[in-house]
T-cell receptor, first 118, second 110 residues
Framework: GAGVSQSPSNKVTEKGKDVELRCDPI?????LYWYRQSLGQGLEFLIY????????KSGLPSDRFSAERTGGSVSTLTIQRTQQEDSAVYLC????????????????FGPGTRLTVL | GEDVEQSLFLSVREGDSSVINCTYT??????LYWYKQEPGAGLQLLTY???NMDMKQDQRLTVLLNKKDKHLSLRIADTQTGDSAIYFC??????????WGAGTKLIIKP
């Protein structure tokens, strides 16, 4: 398909395990974003990539969270030593770029990965 | 820090107008957005408004922006059952990051 895809769609893990979430952006989109939506709360911005670089990592909740993007395409969000409070839906979005007008800034969202930490 | 606030729920009768309100704190916002999230689906951009505009209309949707009060609203005319969703308000800050509200769940009564 032509949209943003994420895998897995659902992940159940035990507390203390590491998980890796994957995002495939729309082809040609240089900007990629990770968000988290916890139950009953709004979307929380985590990190964005422009190309392969992430200018600002301050949105990551703790040093257990890391993200990388290689080849300007696929991105992975890794959570080490998962905790129950990490349970949430992790959303990925991509956009053409981050500059020059609202059309560039329109973010297309994937369906999300629902993470449950037992 | 920057903040965006919205009511968590709005209930309207089918056929009436829905008005979803949002307030934000960042005075340097460039764009403000309304996203829709239907059950089991990802987020969909509904409409956006540039910060130097005060109104934008798109078919059944009307966006009003009061920059002085930092207040944004989304009006849906002739609300239908298919409009049932969570509506997120977001503002783009000077670092090109989106700051999101918690979402307003729109409930349609027959």
């Amino acid at each position: 398909g032509a949209g943003v895809s994420q895998s897995p769609s659902n992940k159940v893990t035990e507390k203390g395990k590491d998980v890796e979430l994957r995002c495939d952006p729309i082809s040609g989109h240089t900007a990629l974003y990770w968000y988290r939506q916890s139950l009953g709360q709004g979307l929380e911005f985590l990190i964005y990539f422009q190309g392969n670089s992430a200018p600002d990592k301050s949105g990551l909740p703790s040093d257990r969270f890391s993200a990388e993007r290689t080849g300007g395409s696929v991105s992975t969000l890794t959570i080490q030593r998962t905790q129950q409070e990490d349970s949430a839906v992790y959303l990925c979005a991509s956009s053409l770029g981050i500059l020059v007008g609202a059309s560039y800034n329109e973010q297309f969202f994937g369906p999300g990965t629902r993470l449950t930490v037992l | 820090g920057e903040d965006v606030e919205q009511s968590l729920f709005l209930s309207v009768r089918e056929g009436d107008s829905s008005v979803i309100n949002c307030t934000y704190t960042d005075s340097s916002s460039t764009y403000l957005y309304w996203y829709k999230q239907e059950p089991g689906a990802g987020l969909q951009l509904l409409t956006y408004i540039f910060s130097n505009m005060d109104m934008k209309q798109d078919q059944r949707l009307t966006v009003l922006l009061n920059k002085k009060d930092k207040h944004l609203s989304l009006r849906i005319a002739d609300t239908q059952t298919g409009d049932s969703a969570i509506y997120f308000c977001a503002e783009m800050d000077s670092n090109y990051q989106l700051i999101w509200g918690a979402g307003t769940k729109l409930i349609i009564k027959p």
